[in-house]
Protein backbone atom coordinates (compact mmCIF):
# COMPACT_ATOMS: atom_id res chain seq x y z
CA UNK A 1 0.00 0.00 0.00
CA UNK A 2 3.21 2.24 1.12
CA UNK A 3 6.38 3.32 -1.21
CA UNK A 4 9.15 4.59 -0.64
CA UNK A 5 9.35 8.22 -2.55
CA UNK A 6 12.49 10.18 -2.42
CA UNK A 7 11.20 13.05 -0.04
CA UNK A 8 11.95 16.52 -1.31
CA UNK A 9 12.99 18.15 1.74
CA UNK A 10 15.92 15.88 2.26
CA UNK A 11 18.34 18.29 0.40
CA UNK A 12 17.34 21.23 2.53
CA UNK A 13 17.88 19.38 5.63
CA UNK A 14 21.17 17.59 5.26
CA UNK A 15 22.22 21.56 3.77
CA UNK A 16 21.32 22.95 7.19
CA UNK A 17 22.57 19.77 9.21
CA UNK A 18 25.88 20.02 7.33
CA UNK A 19 25.88 24.12 8.26
CA UNK A 20 25.19 23.19 11.76
CA UNK A 21 28.17 20.68 12.34
CA UNK A 22 30.67 22.08 9.90
CA UNK A 23 30.76 25.79 10.55
CA UNK A 24 31.58 25.69 14.17
CA UNK A 25 35.38 26.30 13.33
CA UNK A 26 34.10 29.69 12.42
CA UNK A 27 31.47 30.44 14.85
CA UNK A 28 31.77 32.65 17.04
CA UNK A 29 29.72 31.17 19.40
CA UNK A 30 28.98 27.05 19.57
CA UNK A 31 27.02 24.70 21.86
CA UNK A 32 26.79 21.36 21.93
CA UNK A 33 24.23 19.67 24.38
CA UNK A 34 22.77 16.02 24.49
CA UNK A 35 21.64 13.44 26.71
CA UNK A 36 22.24 9.42 27.37
CA UNK A 37 19.12 7.40 28.14
CA UNK A 38 18.96 3.87 29.86
CA UNK A 39 15.63 2.36 30.71
CA UNK A 40 14.29 -0.53 31.89
CA UNK A 41 11.01 -1.55 30.53
CA UNK A 42 8.08 -3.88 31.99
CA UNK A 43 5.68 -3.73 28.45
CA UNK A 44 2.31 -5.52 27.84
CA UNK A 45 2.73 -8.66 25.62
CA UNK A 46 1.20 -7.01 23.17
CA UNK A 47 3.34 -6.19 19.92
CA UNK A 48 4.02 -2.79 20.01
CA UNK A 49 3.32 -0.38 16.88
CA UNK A 50 6.45 0.26 16.20
CA UNK A 51 7.15 -3.34 15.48
CA UNK A 52 3.79 -3.59 13.21
CA UNK A 53 1.83 -4.34 15.97
CA UNK A 54 -1.28 -3.20 17.59
CA UNK A 55 -0.25 -1.84 20.90
CA UNK A 56 -0.29 1.61 21.82
CA UNK A 57 3.17 2.08 23.02
CA UNK A 58 6.63 2.41 22.24
CA UNK A 59 7.10 -1.35 23.72
CA UNK A 60 5.67 -4.65 23.55
CA UNK A 61 6.28 -8.24 24.14
CA UNK A 62 7.29 -8.25 27.66
CA UNK A 63 10.42 -6.94 29.94
CA UNK A 64 13.23 -5.44 28.19
CA UNK A 65 16.29 -2.88 28.67
CA UNK A 66 16.98 0.21 25.64
CA UNK A 67 19.29 2.41 25.34
CA UNK A 68 19.62 5.84 23.39
CA UNK A 69 20.66 9.55 23.01
CA UNK A 70 20.56 12.51 21.72
CA UNK A 71 22.56 15.84 20.69
CA UNK A 72 21.69 18.89 19.70
CA UNK A 73 23.89 21.81 18.11
CA UNK A 74 23.18 25.57 18.70
CA UNK A 75 25.27 27.45 16.43
CA UNK A 76 25.13 31.18 17.06
CA UNK A 77 26.74 33.48 14.13
CA UNK A 78 25.81 36.94 15.95
CA UNK A 79 22.90 37.56 18.60
CA UNK A 80 20.59 37.47 15.92
CA UNK A 81 21.04 34.82 13.48
CA UNK A 82 21.63 30.87 14.66
CA UNK A 83 21.79 27.71 13.50
CA UNK A 84 20.47 24.21 15.05
CA UNK A 85 20.10 20.93 14.22
CA UNK A 86 18.59 17.70 16.83
CA UNK A 87 19.82 13.95 16.07
CA UNK A 88 18.86 10.91 17.56
CA UNK A 89 20.67 7.29 17.69
CA UNK A 90 18.63 4.57 19.28
CA UNK A 91 17.97 1.13 18.99
CA UNK A 92 14.68 1.24 17.22
CA UNK A 93 16.29 3.25 14.32
CA UNK A 94 16.79 1.25 11.36
CA UNK A 95 19.78 3.47 10.01
CA UNK A 96 21.47 3.97 13.77
CA UNK A 97 20.97 8.03 13.74
CA UNK A 98 18.52 10.21 12.23
CA UNK A 99 17.98 14.12 12.55
CA UNK A 100 14.78 15.48 14.70
CA UNK A 101 15.48 19.10 13.56
CA UNK A 102 17.83 21.10 11.26
CA UNK A 103 16.96 24.77 11.04
CA UNK A 104 18.02 28.35 10.74
CA UNK A 105 16.73 30.65 13.22
CA UNK A 106 17.02 34.40 12.99
CA UNK A 107 14.98 36.23 15.98
CA UNK A 108 16.41 40.27 15.78
CA UNK A 109 16.57 42.35 19.19
CA UNK A 110 13.18 44.13 19.84
CA UNK A 111 12.19 47.43 18.66
CA UNK A 112 10.07 48.44 21.92
CA UNK A 113 6.92 46.36 22.72
CA UNK A 114 7.45 44.73 19.37
CA UNK A 115 9.70 41.60 18.34
CA UNK A 116 9.88 38.80 15.94
CA UNK A 117 11.72 35.74 14.69
CA UNK A 118 11.59 33.33 11.58
CA UNK A 119 12.39 29.96 11.46
CA UNK A 120 13.46 28.03 8.06
CA UNK A 121 14.32 24.53 7.67
CA UNK A 122 12.89 21.19 9.39
CA UNK A 123 11.46 21.41 12.80
CA UNK A 124 8.55 20.82 15.13
CA UNK A 125 5.42 22.96 14.69
CA UNK A 126 4.42 25.01 17.57
CA UNK A 127 2.20 23.39 19.65
CA UNK A 128 3.34 21.40 22.28
CA UNK A 129 2.90 23.50 25.95
CA UNK A 130 4.17 19.93 27.44
CA UNK A 131 7.71 18.80 25.64
CA UNK A 132 9.82 21.77 25.88
CA UNK A 133 12.93 19.97 27.67
CA UNK A 134 16.10 19.21 25.46
CA UNK A 135 15.41 17.01 22.70
CA UNK A 136 11.60 17.69 22.33
CA UNK A 137 11.51 15.70 25.46
CA UNK A 138 8.90 16.42 28.86
CA UNK A 139 10.20 17.02 31.91
CA UNK A 140 7.53 15.80 33.92
CA UNK A 141 6.94 12.10 32.31
CA UNK A 142 9.06 9.85 30.31
CA UNK A 143 5.77 8.89 27.65
CA UNK A 144 3.99 11.99 26.13
CA UNK A 145 0.45 12.66 25.81
CA UNK A 146 -1.25 11.02 23.33
CA UNK A 147 -1.70 14.19 20.75
CA UNK A 148 2.00 15.10 21.48
CA UNK A 149 2.83 11.72 20.97
CA UNK A 150 1.32 11.96 17.24
CA UNK A 151 2.78 15.62 16.52
CA UNK A 152 6.68 13.87 17.06
CA UNK A 153 5.10 10.85 15.33
CA UNK A 154 3.33 12.45 12.11
CA UNK A 155 3.66 16.05 11.87
CA UNK A 156 7.27 17.98 11.24
CA UNK A 157 7.43 21.63 9.72
CA UNK A 158 9.44 21.44 6.71
CA UNK A 159 9.28 25.41 5.26
CA UNK A 160 9.20 28.10 7.36
CA UNK A 161 7.73 29.77 10.52
CA UNK A 162 7.49 32.95 11.97
CA UNK A 163 6.46 35.14 15.22
CA UNK A 164 4.89 38.49 15.97
CA UNK A 165 4.84 39.18 19.53
CA UNK A 166 3.51 42.37 21.44
CA UNK A 167 4.42 42.80 24.73
CA UNK A 168 2.19 45.12 26.71
CA UNK A 169 2.55 45.87 30.35
CA UNK A 170 -0.58 45.02 31.99
CA UNK A 171 -1.50 42.34 29.69
CA UNK A 172 1.19 40.28 29.41
CA UNK A 173 2.57 39.52 25.63
CA UNK A 174 0.63 38.19 22.37
CA UNK A 175 2.11 35.80 19.93
CA UNK A 176 0.88 35.41 16.17
CA UNK A 177 2.60 32.62 14.87
CA UNK A 178 2.25 32.20 10.91
CA UNK A 179 4.04 29.12 8.97
CA UNK A 180 4.30 27.83 5.60
CA UNK A 181 5.86 23.93 4.78
CA UNK A 182 6.22 21.48 2.25
CA UNK A 183 6.73 17.54 2.59
CA UNK A 184 4.40 16.76 5.33
CA UNK A 185 1.29 15.59 2.84
CA UNK A 186 1.76 11.73 4.57
CA UNK A 187 0.63 13.04 7.39
CA UNK A 188 -2.32 11.63 8.55
CA UNK A 189 -1.50 7.75 7.62
CA UNK A 190 -0.74 6.67 11.15
CA UNK A 191 -3.89 8.55 12.55
CA UNK A 192 -6.04 6.66 10.11
CA UNK A 193 -4.26 3.18 9.86
CA UNK A 194 -3.50 2.81 13.56
CA UNK A 195 -4.92 5.48 15.70
CA UNK A 196 -4.04 7.17 18.49
CA UNK A 197 -0.58 5.83 20.62
CA UNK A 198 1.28 6.98 23.28
CA UNK A 199 5.35 6.98 23.41
CA UNK A 200 8.58 9.36 23.97
CA UNK A 201 9.76 8.70 20.38
CA UNK A 202 9.73 11.29 17.22
CA UNK A 203 9.88 9.87 13.77
CA UNK A 204 13.30 10.72 12.71
CA UNK A 205 13.50 13.04 9.22
CA UNK A 206 14.44 10.46 7.08
CA UNK A 207 12.51 7.57 8.74
CA UNK A 208 10.17 5.02 7.36
CA UNK A 209 7.39 4.57 9.70
CA UNK A 210 6.01 0.74 9.97
CA UNK A 211 2.27 0.63 9.79
CA UNK A 212 -0.06 -1.94 11.35
CA UNK A 213 0.07 -5.85 10.28
CA UNK A 214 -3.60 -6.04 10.83
CA UNK A 215 -4.24 -3.01 8.96
CA UNK A 216 -2.85 -4.05 5.89
CA UNK A 217 -4.60 -7.08 5.58
CA UNK A 218 -7.58 -5.23 5.95
CA UNK A 219 -7.01 -3.45 2.88
CA UNK A 220 -5.38 -6.48 1.15
CA UNK A 221 -2.27 -4.75 0.57
CA UNK A 222 1.49 -6.71 0.99
CA UNK A 223 3.35 -6.49 4.70
CA UNK A 224 5.17 -5.94 6.68
CA UNK A 225 5.13 -1.80 5.40
CA UNK A 226 6.88 1.39 6.11
CA UNK A 227 6.00 4.82 4.95
CA UNK A 228 7.71 8.35 4.90
CA UNK A 229 5.94 10.85 6.42
CA UNK A 230 7.70 14.02 5.20
CA UNK A 231 7.48 13.56 1.88
CA UNK A 232 5.86 16.11 -1.03
CA UNK A 233 3.66 14.61 -3.25
CA UNK A 234 1.10 17.40 -4.27
CA UNK A 235 2.94 20.26 -5.03
CA UNK A 236 0.89 22.49 -2.36
CA UNK A 237 1.92 24.13 0.13
CA UNK A 238 0.25 23.50 3.86
CA UNK A 239 0.14 25.90 6.76
CA UNK A 240 -0.79 26.70 10.44
CA UNK A 241 -1.32 29.69 12.24
CA UNK A 242 -2.22 30.61 16.03
CA UNK A 243 -2.63 32.98 18.90
CA UNK A 244 -0.92 32.78 22.05
CA UNK A 245 -1.13 34.85 25.04
CA UNK A 246 0.96 34.58 27.69
CA UNK A 247 1.18 36.42 31.33
CA UNK A 248 3.87 36.19 34.09
CA UNK A 249 2.35 34.79 37.26
CA UNK A 250 -0.51 33.71 35.35
CA UNK A 251 0.22 31.45 32.68
CA UNK A 252 -0.29 30.75 28.62
CA UNK A 253 -3.38 30.02 26.31
CA UNK A 254 -2.90 28.82 22.92
CA UNK A 255 -4.61 28.21 19.87
CA UNK A 256 -3.50 27.16 16.62
CA UNK A 257 -5.59 25.88 13.10
CA UNK A 258 -3.08 23.17 11.31
CA UNK A 259 -3.85 22.69 7.54
CA UNK A 260 -1.78 20.82 5.41
CA UNK A 261 -3.85 21.27 2.35
CA UNK A 262 -3.07 17.62 1.20
CA UNK A 263 -5.01 16.92 -1.87
CA UNK A 264 -6.80 13.35 -1.19
CA UNK A 265 -7.02 12.31 -4.84
CA UNK A 266 -2.92 12.44 -5.25
CA UNK A 267 -0.70 9.60 -4.85
CA UNK A 268 2.81 8.98 -5.68
CA UNK A 269 4.63 5.13 -5.95
CA UNK A 270 1.99 4.10 -3.95
CA UNK A 271 2.26 7.00 -0.95
CA UNK A 272 -1.37 8.79 -0.47
CA UNK A 273 -1.00 13.02 0.07
CA UNK A 274 -3.35 12.63 2.93
CA UNK A 275 -5.63 15.65 3.77
CA UNK A 276 -5.22 16.63 7.34
CA UNK A 277 -6.53 19.91 8.96
CA UNK A 278 -7.22 20.30 12.82
CA UNK A 279 -7.76 22.89 15.58
CA UNK A 280 -5.53 23.03 19.11
CA UNK A 281 -6.20 24.65 21.98
CA UNK A 282 -4.32 24.57 25.14
CA UNK A 283 -3.62 26.27 28.53
CA UNK A 284 -0.92 26.18 31.11
CA UNK A 285 -0.27 27.66 34.58
CA UNK A 286 2.09 27.98 37.76
CA UNK A 287 0.32 28.05 41.07
CA UNK A 288 3.38 27.93 43.61
CA UNK A 289 5.00 24.54 43.11
CA UNK A 290 2.41 23.18 41.42
CA UNK A 291 2.03 23.18 37.26
CA UNK A 292 -1.16 22.79 34.96
CA UNK A 293 -1.28 21.42 31.14
CA UNK A 294 -4.41 21.36 29.53
CA UNK A 295 -4.42 20.35 25.77
CA UNK A 296 -7.36 19.71 23.60
CA UNK A 297 -7.07 18.63 19.60
CA UNK A 298 -9.88 18.16 17.06
CA UNK A 299 -9.45 17.69 13.54
CA UNK A 300 -9.70 15.04 10.80
CA UNK A 301 -7.79 13.13 7.49
CA UNK A 302 -9.08 11.54 4.08
CA UNK A 303 -7.89 9.98 1.46
CA UNK A 304 -9.80 8.61 -1.94
CA UNK A 305 -8.12 4.95 -2.15
CA UNK A 306 -10.68 4.02 -4.74
CA UNK A 307 -11.88 8.21 -6.10
CA UNK A 308 -14.60 9.54 -6.33
CA UNK A 309 -14.71 7.31 -2.64
CA UNK A 310 -13.23 9.56 0.32
CA UNK A 311 -12.01 8.18 3.21
CA UNK A 312 -12.02 10.28 6.27
CA UNK A 313 -10.92 9.52 9.55
CA UNK A 314 -12.09 12.32 12.64
CA UNK A 315 -10.13 12.21 15.22
CA UNK A 316 -9.82 14.06 18.75
CA UNK A 317 -7.83 14.10 21.91
CA UNK A 318 -7.33 15.41 25.32
CA UNK A 319 -5.24 15.68 28.26
CA UNK A 320 -4.94 17.20 31.62
CA UNK A 321 -1.53 17.39 33.45
CA UNK A 322 0.05 18.14 37.00
CA UNK A 323 3.15 18.04 38.29
CA UNK A 324 3.86 19.23 41.59
CA UNK A 325 7.87 19.76 43.14
CA UNK A 326 7.86 17.90 46.35
CA UNK A 327 10.61 20.63 47.74
CA UNK A 328 8.49 22.23 49.61
CA UNK A 329 6.74 19.11 51.59
CA UNK A 330 10.67 18.25 52.31
CA UNK A 331 11.62 16.33 49.58
CA UNK A 332 13.76 18.81 47.54
CA UNK A 333 14.68 17.19 44.03
CA UNK A 334 11.39 15.73 43.72
CA UNK A 335 8.55 15.81 41.25
CA UNK A 336 5.46 14.08 41.34
CA UNK A 337 3.33 14.21 37.85
CA UNK A 338 0.02 13.25 37.09
CA UNK A 339 -1.79 12.99 33.18
CA UNK A 340 -5.18 11.73 32.46
CA UNK A 341 -5.78 11.36 28.56
CA UNK A 342 -9.02 10.41 26.41
CA UNK A 343 -8.81 9.60 22.88
CA UNK A 344 -10.97 8.85 20.15
CA UNK A 345 -11.12 8.45 16.16
CA UNK A 346 -14.41 8.02 13.95
CA UNK A 347 -13.58 6.37 10.49
CA UNK A 348 -16.39 7.29 7.90
CA UNK A 349 -15.71 4.34 5.78
CA UNK A 350 -16.84 0.57 4.45
CA UNK A 351 -15.86 -0.65 7.93
CA UNK A 352 -16.36 2.02 10.36
CA UNK A 353 -16.69 -0.05 13.23
CA UNK A 354 -13.80 -1.95 12.82
CA UNK A 355 -11.06 1.07 12.23
CA UNK A 356 -12.91 3.71 14.65
CA UNK A 357 -11.98 3.39 18.53
CA UNK A 358 -11.77 4.95 21.95
CA UNK A 359 -9.35 4.93 24.71
CA UNK A 360 -8.47 6.68 27.98
CA UNK A 361 -4.85 6.63 29.94
CA UNK A 362 -3.61 7.67 33.21
CA UNK A 363 0.19 8.40 33.82
CA UNK A 364 1.90 8.42 37.20
CA UNK A 365 5.42 9.75 37.15
CA UNK A 366 8.05 10.36 39.95
CA UNK A 367 11.40 11.78 39.37
CA UNK A 368 14.75 12.79 41.28
CA UNK A 369 16.92 15.32 40.07
CA UNK A 370 19.94 16.18 42.22
CA UNK A 371 21.14 18.20 39.27
CA UNK A 372 21.64 19.49 36.10
CA UNK A 373 23.00 16.51 34.82
CA UNK A 374 21.45 14.07 35.93
CA UNK A 375 17.38 12.40 36.23
CA UNK A 376 15.96 9.03 37.36
CA UNK A 377 12.28 9.01 36.36
CA UNK A 378 9.88 6.06 37.23
CA UNK A 379 6.74 5.50 35.61
CA UNK A 380 3.61 3.88 34.98
CA UNK A 381 1.38 3.85 32.50
CA UNK A 382 -2.55 2.58 32.44
CA UNK A 383 -4.73 2.44 29.57
CA UNK A 384 -7.88 1.11 28.42
CA UNK A 385 -8.71 1.04 24.48
CA UNK A 386 -11.83 -0.21 22.27
CA UNK A 387 -11.07 -0.89 18.77
CA UNK A 388 -12.70 -3.69 16.66
CA UNK A 389 -9.51 -4.47 14.66
CA UNK A 390 -7.98 -5.97 17.90
CA UNK A 391 -10.12 -9.12 16.85
CA UNK A 392 -7.75 -9.33 13.99
CA UNK A 393 -4.85 -9.87 16.60
CA UNK A 394 -7.41 -12.59 18.67
CA UNK A 395 -8.74 -10.35 20.71
CA UNK A 396 -12.53 -11.11 20.01
CA UNK A 397 -14.13 -8.53 22.87
CA UNK A 398 -12.36 -5.81 20.88
CA UNK A 399 -11.33 -4.06 24.42
CA UNK A 400 -7.50 -4.03 26.09
CA UNK A 401 -6.27 -3.24 29.01
CA UNK A 402 -2.51 -2.49 28.86
CA UNK A 403 0.14 -1.17 31.18
CA UNK A 404 3.65 -0.35 31.00
CA UNK A 405 6.24 0.55 33.77
CA UNK A 406 9.58 2.03 33.06
CA UNK A 407 12.70 3.36 35.29
CA UNK A 408 14.50 5.80 33.52
CA UNK A 409 18.13 7.26 34.03
CA UNK A 410 19.19 10.32 32.26
CA UNK A 411 22.69 11.83 31.84
CA UNK A 412 22.89 15.01 30.64
CA UNK A 413 25.44 17.16 29.03
Request: glycine fraction near 12%; charged fraction near 20%; proline fraction near 4%.
Amino acid sequence: MFGHPHSKGCALVAAILIAAWAAPARALDFDLSGYGDARIVSAPSMTGWLQGGLGKFRYGGGADMQFEGAVQGDLSVNDAFSVIALARADEEQINGVDALEAYLSWHPQSAGNLSWSVKAGAFFPTISLENDDLGWTSPYTITYSAINSWIGEELRTIGTEGTLRLHADNLGSFSLIAALDCCNDPAGALMADRGWAMDDRPTGLFEQARMPDATEKIFHAPFPARTGLFDEIDHRAGWYGGLNWQMADVGKISVLRYDNDGDPSRQMGGLFAWETKFWSFGARTGLGPLVLIAQQLTGYTSIERAPPVEQVTKFQSAFLLASYDLGGLGFDDWRASVRADVFQTRHIAATPSVMSEDGRALTLALSWQPGVSFRLTGEALLMHSRKGEYSFVGVPSGQVGQSQFQLDAKVFF
